[in-house]
């Protein structure tokens, strides 16, 4: 770390330059590059735009994208003049109800939009009851999920490991966790519905699946009232912070989807270079300590939430030599953080291996102790039991042939298909 970002609060009557729309160099926060190359995107952005670039969402509406890793640390640590409340956007008249992003920004009442004592509270909840999970226990669950899926296509030597697998665990290990059942038509309805949400392809409807997922969890809700259970849900209605019912379905739903996207996304980058670099093929099969470095690896240069919306300024101030208003929207860069320039001098990005990576955020909205935990639990188990199961497994196609989803929040592979002698 070397640089110190250049905040400094303004008054309130910002230039009209300071707009990141007023930039004709304003970026467009969209586009191929973001799926294919993002590490030497981010880099190029870094070089032309600085350490915040002025973006271009859809729809043409403006935002900064924060780039640096001292700049996304010091907005991440200062709540106080980086909120999280997304009504606080200075764009809102311009939004259309029916904007793709909704799912992301449109506020909600979830822990996600909190700020202040009532974040701390509705967090506090959170981890309290996600800290209960014996992480032993959690494990041995996860290794019977990944049996119960590894079932599903080992005797059929070949799969497609994104949907079958790698999305498949993260959401069965977050359904058990929340005492929903394993299996079923309304898990899958669920897990479907929390896809299109959070991440829409061309033809989905996020705004209704949004609304099946919260009909879902506020039954779930209710049943737990009637009938408590050793699970997260339980746990958040007995905690003496009292929330109410509608609090904990919005904060159940926020857990569920933080848990099953990038836990998922992690599991198949990871899988990806276990599958594709040579130095981990040598000893692929029987690495755990390999499986290690792949996890860890895939958080600094392919993290699974490359870029994170976001914080909105709560008065004027500078940032990275840029003017920020008051209600301007920032995006966190957290793939470019992990590959700032300025945090690999000599440009080896990926030796590193110690955790210092952005990919689970920073400060007070960070992702919830131990939720990182449990998502190590949930990766590395799905990891090493499919090596330990299937020891010969090989991408199916040429890694050139490995697509990114169209997305430019999150990093993930459209399919990841492999072949393997078929095990009974
Ligand atoms: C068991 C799995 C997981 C659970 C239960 C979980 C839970 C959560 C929750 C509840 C939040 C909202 C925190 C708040 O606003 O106060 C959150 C935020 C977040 N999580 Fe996780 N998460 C999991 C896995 C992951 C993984 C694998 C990643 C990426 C590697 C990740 C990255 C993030 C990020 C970037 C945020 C946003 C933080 C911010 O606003 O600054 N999470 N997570």
Redo the contacts with the bound molecule.
Sequence with gaps: MTDQPDQSAQGTAAPPSGCPAAHPDAVPLSGLEYQQTPFQLYRALRRDHGTVAPVVLDGGIPAWLVLGYAEVSYV?SHDELFA?DSRRWNQWPAIPADWPLMPFVGYQPS??FTEGAE?QR??GV?SAA?EEIDQLEFSQDCQEIAGQLLAEFAGSGQAELMSAYAHAL?MR??VR?CGMPLEGADTDELVEDLRMSLDASEGDDPVAAYVRVQERIQRLVAEKREDPGPDVTSRMIADPAGLTDEEIVQ?LI??IA??QQ??GN?IGNTLRLLLTDDRFAVNVSGGRVSVGQALNEV?WLD???QN?IGRWAVRDIQLGGRQIRAGDCLV?G?AAANTDPQIWPEGHVGAQVNSAHL??????????YP??Q??DV??RTAVETLLERLPDIVLAVEPEELTWRPSVWMRGLTSLPVAFTPVV
């Design positions: 991440t999280r822990v996600l974040h509705r967090a959170i996600l993260p290990a977050a966790m904060d926020s857990i933080a848990a990038p836990t992690w958080l993290t699974p939430t994170f966190l957290l990919s689970f955020s920073n400060g007070e909205h960070r992702c919830p939720a990182p449990l998502a949930i990766a």
